[in-house]
Every structure is written in C-alpha cells, then in structure tokens.
C-alpha cells in the first residue's frame, strides 16, 4: 500500500488555496490563485464578479495538480473550506442567477427578497462550491448561521415555520445539510476536466473558515486562543455550548460535530489594512523591494523593527471598513511628529491590529471566565517575527506559530482524513498532523509599554467620533 495523500481547498476573500498533503499532515505540493477585485455597483453592494469563485479554484487547483509527482490514485479525499457569511443566488441548473455576494456586502445581514425569478436556490459559497465540484445540492451545516433559518443547537435547518419567514428564505430554496466530516459527493466529470482535480475523489464537509482555521492550528482546550490573521481579522476558542445572550463571545458552529467555537469580535479588514498600506507605497517601493530580494512586506518589517515598541506615540485605528450600524466610522492615525518614518506607520498598523485584538480578547475571556495560557496565530501575518513578538507583547503570553502555515487548508485536510477513515477521530488527527515551529516570549520591558499604552488606545474613538460624524455628512 503506497502513500495516501489528502487535498485541503481553501477559499478566502482574497484567493483559493490549493494544499496537496500525505496523511501526517505534510505539505506535498500547493499554489493559489487570486480573486478578481470586488464589483461595488452602489453603495454596501459588494459582489464577486463573474463566477468568481469558481474559476480561482479551478486556476489553484490545475496548477497545484501540475506539481504533484504522486500517483492521483492515492489521492483519497479532499476537504473544501470557503469564506463564511456570503450568499449566492442560483438557478433552478444550479449556475449563477446572479453575482455571488462577498460577507462585506450589506444584503448578507437582511432578509432575502424573491424579486428574481431566475432564482431557485439560495446557499453560502461553500454550497455553491460543492455543487460545482459534485452536482450534488448539499452543503454543511457549520457555514450557516445568522441570517439563516438554521438551529444552531440542533445542527440543522429549523422546525420553527416563523424562522423561513424572517429570513425570507423557503425551505425548498435551500440546500440539504450535512455535518462537518461527511462525504458531500464526488468529484463528477466536468468538474475534473475543469479543475484538474482526480474524478470520482469525495468531497468532505467542513466548517465555516475561521473554525475550519481554528482546526487546523490545534486550537483545543480553554487555555489556548488562537488568532487568525485575514481580511476579518478575529480571534477564537474552543467551547463547550451553544451561549445565549453574550456581547462578547460569540458561538459558531466547530469542524468538530456538536460541538462549538466561540469567536471575538474581530477587526474588518484587518490584514487587508497592511496590503493597502504596501499598494500606496507605489510600485517602486515594491520594485525596490525586489531589488533587494524580497516581497514589499518583507522589507517594510525591516524597516518597523528599527522603531521602538510603541511606535514613538504615533496610534492607527483600524475602521478602514465601516460597520453597517456606525457608518460614519472612519480609519484614523493619531500622533505624528518629526521622528515619524515609513516605518513607524507600518509597526504602527501591526500594533493596532495587536491592541484592538487584545481588548476584543479579553472581554472575550471575562465573559466565559477563562484565562489563556498561549496564543497560536495562523494566516499570513504570522510569517513576520516582528509581528509575532508585537503580539506575545500586548498580549504578555507566549505566542506560537504552526508548521504549516495554511491553518484552513490543513483544517479541510484534517476534516477529510477523518471522513476517509485515516483517523478515528478529529482528535487524533489533529494529534498526528499538526506540529508548532517558534514560540515567542514576552519582553518585560514591552509588556510594560503596552500595558500603559493600551487604556488610552482604548479611549481614542471616545473623542474621534463626534468629528467623523460630522464629515460623514459631508463626504459619505
């Protein structure tokens, strides 16, 4: 019996991820494709352009399959995990009806309203997804929450008629659930010649991404965070129930059946701030970077470890995207002076992200009276020392990061090695296929910065607000 291995599909805001690994969690081969920019056709629309979607899978996925050198007929199973919180309206055949929508769009939080009749089916793009790679109407349970008419403590679509009326949603108009680690169906035909991905290979349920991440990194226990550095930037823990009314822990459904993940509140747009900052440098800062053999990130960390912890006072707050309720929040940078340096905005934005994370963290913790022992960080961001010790600092605990970078690829692949009967349970498999790298301590010296810092990062919207509410009148 040769070598079995395992495809994990991660599909984020920004690109599809493709991961090829053996069944001890080793990464075989990967590539990615990225996501076309956002269509903003009005105001708090934002839409996926074309079958957006489906076609960045189908570019990561032939050229991740170009590079496997194993036999295709070990590959026994493929984990598919996608963005939660975003919607697709589909036609009777199962294509498009209409553009897919991003969780940044608006819609996403109200009611559906049947006003086109192209529309048969609604679903979140992990079941746009499956149907693609299938043909099968069928999706998890764990990527449906609010908004749709799903019983979270059941793990299933609701037997409360008045929930399908609150949410616009007919029952016939959705897909059939399944749970996280059940086959959903199997690659079909077309789906292969398109992808490049082995026909027939089953296709395993996950979760939403940030639990499916959360899978991936072996957050386990209520000791351990684990933070995840994307587009919505959060972190998240593993929990034991389904809670009612908290304002600061909220419960998602886990990768691991009945049971649940709790998540902070988060920062939107998170790390996408960090991409913004790169792309206004201009192309020669990135040019200049390449020069020097490395990515513009790479050589602006550079930069931000010559400035001291703190930022020498200058503070970013990140609200680059508005929430729905408070429109007229805005980003804000507060603190210059003469010593400021391309550098110091850059360490800056780290420490906001860091800073509004810690608070979101602990109010997270004192709600559900825990106290954390370690952090795992997972997605891109944890590549950077400099931001790994920036958040070991605010957060005065010891701070990890896995082998494996790709914490959702790895969740999907965990999720399928259970599915095919690799492992017995999610347990084991998170046992046999997820190591740590480096663990960063916390500097004394810059616990203690921080520490004085973070009420007064806390109070700045207190005073910003009431001037961002006046020009919102005007500019907005």
């Known amino acids: 019996m040769g070598e079995k291995y395992i495809i994990g599909i991660d599909e984020g805001s920004q690109s599809a991820k493709v991961t090829i690994f053996d069944v001890t969690g080793h990464i075989v081969c990967e590539d990615r494709a990225p996501l076309r920019p956002y269509d903003l056709p009005r105001p708090g629309y934002v839409e996926h352009p074309d079958d957006d979607w489906w076609d960045a899978i189908c570019k990561g996925a032939k050229k991740c399959m170009a590079k496997f050198e194993g036999n295709v007929e070990d590959i026994i199973g493929i984990g ?7 919607r697709a309206y589909l036609k009777k055949d199962g294509s498009l009806a209409q553009p897919a929508m991003s969780w940044m769009d608006v819609r996403v939080s109200q009611p559906y309203e049947h006003t086109n009749p192209d529309v048969a089916y609604i679903t979140a793009s992990s079941g746009y997804i499956t149907h693609r790679l299938t043909g099968e109407f069928k999706d998890t349970v764990a990527n449906y929450e609010y908004g749709w008419p799903v019983d979270v403590d059941n793990w299933k679509w609701s037997d409360d008629p008045q929930a399908y009326i609150d949410t616009g949603m007919p029952r016939e108009m959705l897909f059939d659930l399944v749970m ?5 169906g199997y690659v079909t035909k077309e789906a292969a010649e398109a992808t490049g991905l082995p026909e027939g290979v089953p296709v395993v349920a996950t979760s939403n991404d940030k639990a499916v991440e959360g899978l991936g990194t072996g957050c386990m226990g209520d000791k351990t965070a684990c933070i995840s550095l994307g587009t919505y930037t959060t972190a998240m823990m593993e929990g034991k129930e389904n809670l009612k009314g908290t304002s600061y822990a909220w419960p998602k459904f886990s990768c691991v059946p009945n049971k649940y993940f709790y ?14 900052f790169r792309d206004i440098l201009g192309e020669s800062y990135i040019k200049m970077a390449e020069e020097k053999g490395m990515s513009a990130e790479e050589l ?3 930069e931000a470890e010559k400035v001291p912890a703190g930022s020498d006072g200058l503070m ?18 507060i603190g210059f002076d003469g ?6 905005i850059y360490r800056s934005l780290l420490e906001a992200v860091a800073m509004t994370l810690k608070k979101h963290v602990d109010d997270m913790c004192n709600e559900i009276n825990v106290s954390l022992e370690r952090l795992i960080i997972t997605g891109g961001g944890s590549n950077s020392d400099l931001f790994m010790q920036i958040l070991a600092d605010v957060f005065n605990l010891p701070t990890v990061r896995n082998e494996v ?3 959702a690829g790895m969740g999907s692949a965990i999720c399928a090695a259970v599915a095919t009967g690799v492992y017995g349970s999610f347990e084991e498999a998170v046992e046999n296929m997820v190591r740590f790298s480096d663990t960063f301590q916390p500097n004394p010296e810059n616990v203690a910065l921080y520490a004085k810092v973070l009420p007064i990062y806390s109070g ?13 009148e005007i500019f907005h």
Do not use: F
């Open 180 to 184: 996280p680690g059940d086959i959903l």
């Open 316 to 333: 970013t707050v990140l609200e680059w995207l508005a929430p729905v309720d408070a429109r007229y929040k805005k980003g804000v940078m």
């Open 405 to 407: 970078n790709g914490a």
């Open 300 to 302: 602006l960390s550079i």
């Open 339 to 344: 010593r400021h340096t391309r550098g110091h």
């Open 263 to 276: 998540d902070s509140n988060g920062i939107r747009r998170g790390m996408w701030t960090i991409s913004w």
């Open 460 to 472: 700045i919207t207190k005073h910003t607000d009431e001037v961002l509410k006046q020009t919102y």
């Open 80 to 86: 598919l995990c996608t963005i939660r919180c975003c």
